[in-house]
């Protein structure tokens, strides 16, 4: 009984990752990979100290004694959710500098209105442009990002949600993910294809507000205005249909997907948009198909983009892509082990292209914990192999 009790008034941690991130001797002259850090438990804090109340602190960095750290707060009552996060970092000195960096409020609303979000919050992108970061009004649909984007709370310097990597075959899971040197890094919003309605069925989402560049940085602001919406309609068996327009200043753009899933459970869609901006008008197209055989779950698809194409918070010397192939597959080789492959291959307008290789082993461990090996390779750069090993233990599994 005493040792039931000291386990309740105790924080509860949530676990801690053991990242060891190392890349080899690089095949290229000149440059050198940079020392790595050393490998420190980053453990994340979690504290309920009442119903709905929930209290994070999550390091960032292994480094120093002294590192930075996220502060998340929320307050749920089942019809509203106020949710505020700050980054403390040590300055010169005694002092430690406060940076906020969301604060939304979050109403569930009767009838068409749905969702409503004021406050920090994301414009989805849907099928065919990108995730935007924004202070304002989001109302409709929750929030959902569609695969292809990076979805973890870093920072950035620009507006834009950057492109997942073309890197590690393991996409994070859909709560949580782990990467080098961060323990438990929080997803922006949950990941997932085009959702299918049946006919008749409808649903929306509509975004207004300032972007928002340099997201967690000294550099943080609000800038020029932005607007979007979207309308999504279940027009047949299996089929969805979504259009989507999006307006700033400097920028107009507007177009359409088309999602069916077959009966074996196959997914395709389809993509085609078109932008105006002073740079001139450009088409963007796309086409994915996913499914599953012979045990494994696989995924296919390729982008198109024309020089003039200008994707949404556009970045000055941003690299303009041409088009991106990407291949991928997932299976269960024992009841603890899974392999995730990926190729790769993304063409651009003013950079060289680049392919990448990516392999990912996760073995699954008794009462929770497992073993993740990532290897990344990228044929024809001469850059070295990157491989990356991660041990998750929770913490709860010890003193049992």
């Given amino acids: 009984m005493a040792a039931e009790r000291m386990h309740r008034l105790s924080f509860p941690l949530l676990s801690v990752v053991l990242v060891l991130s190392h890349a080899g001797p690089a095949r290229a002259q000149g440059g050198s990979e940079p020392p790595l ?24 960095t292994p480094t120093e004694a002294a590192s930075p ?19 403390v970092s040590p300055e010169d000195g005694p002092a430690w500098r406060v940076q906020r960096l969301d604060t939304g409020l979050q109403l569930q609303v009767p009838g068409p209105v749905q969702t409503l979000v004021l406050g920090d919050t994301l414009a989805s992108g849907g099928g065919w442009s990108r995730p935007v970061r924004l202070g304002g009004l989001r109302l409709g649909r929750s929030l959902t990002l569609r695969p292809g984007h990076e979805a973890l709370a870093r920072p950035t310097a620009h507006a834009a949600l950057p492109v997942t990597p073309l890197g590690f ?92 899933r077959r009966p074996d459970g196959a997914h395709l869609a389809a993509v085609l948009a078109r932008s105006e901006s ?46 991106r192939l990407r291949a991928s597959a997932r299976a269960d080789l024992t009841r603890q082990l899974s392999a995730g492959l990926t190729v790769a291959e993304q063409s651009a307008w003013n950079a060289e292209s680049e392919r990448v290789l990516a392999l990912n082993l996760r ?38």
Wanted: charged content about 20%; aromatic content about 6%; overall charge neutral.
């Fill in 37 to 60: 850090p050393p490998l420190v438990p980053l453990p994340v804090v979690e504290v309920r100290p009442a119903s709905g109340v929930e209290i994070r602190l999550r390091p960032e």
């Fill in 69 to 87: 750290a996220r502060l998340e707060g929320l307050l749920d009552t089942g019809d509203w959710r106020l949710r505020s996060s700050v980054r």
């Fill in 169 to 260: 075959g393991a996409p994070p899971p859909p709560a949580m993910a782990r990467g080098p040197g961060v323990a438990a890094v929080p997803v922006v919003a949950p990941v997932a294809d085009i959702a299918d309605l049946a006919p008749g069925a409808w649903d929306y989402e509509l975004e207004l507000g300032r972007l928002r560049s340099g997201w967690g940085t000294p550099d943080d602001r609000y800038g020029p205005a932005f607007m979007a919406g979207a309308y999504r309609r279940g027009v047949g068996h299996r089929t969805t249909v979504e259009a989507r327009t999006e307006w700033s200043a400097t920028r107009q753009a507007a177009g359409v997907e088309i999602a069916h």
């Fill in 278 to 323: 002073d740079g001139g008008s450009g088409l963007r197209t796309g086409m994915r198909v996913a499914g599953q055989a012979l045990g494994a779950r696989w995924r296919l698809s390729w982008d198109g983009f024309e020089p003039d194409w200008t994707p949404a918070a556009a970045a000055a010397h941003e690299v303009q892509p041409r088009s």
């Fill in 363 to 400: 073995l699954a461990l008794p009462q929770g914990s497992s073993v993740v090996l990532d290897l990344s390779e990228r044929p024809g750069l001469g850059a070295p192999l990157q491989h990356r090993l991660v041990l998750d233990v929770p913490l709860d599994i010890i003193g049992r």
